[in-house]
């Protein structure tokens, strides 16, 4: 008895299995550019500048008061409530 071996099902099972992990991963960036990491963010612009002053405006002029306000809403959402 000789017996032939067919890779047709191996391949096709390899094809299958690429074709997930692409599709997977079509969809998992298509969804990241489509949702904003924190709702409201800011874009922020960093100084390349190396004097006192300009280090001390730029701290100055971000908005650290809302912080406390949105690291709440970020736990309450990995919470579940």
Do not use: C
């Not at 997930?20 to 963010?41: C, H, S, V, W």
């Not at 922020?44 to 004097?51: L, Y």
């Amino acid at each position: 008895m000789n017996e032939e071996k067919t890779y047709g099902p191996l391949i096709a099972l390899i094809v299958i299995v690429v074709l997930i992990i692409a599709g997977g991963t079509f969809a998992l960036k298509q969804r990241a550019d489509n949702e904003p990491l924190i709702e409201g963010r800011q874009e922020m612009s960093a100084t390349t500048s190396d004097k006192v002053s300009d280090l001390e405006d730029e701290l100055n002029s971000l908005e650290l008061e809302s912080l406390g306000s949105e690291l709440d809403t970020v736990e309450n959402e990995l919470i579940g409530q």
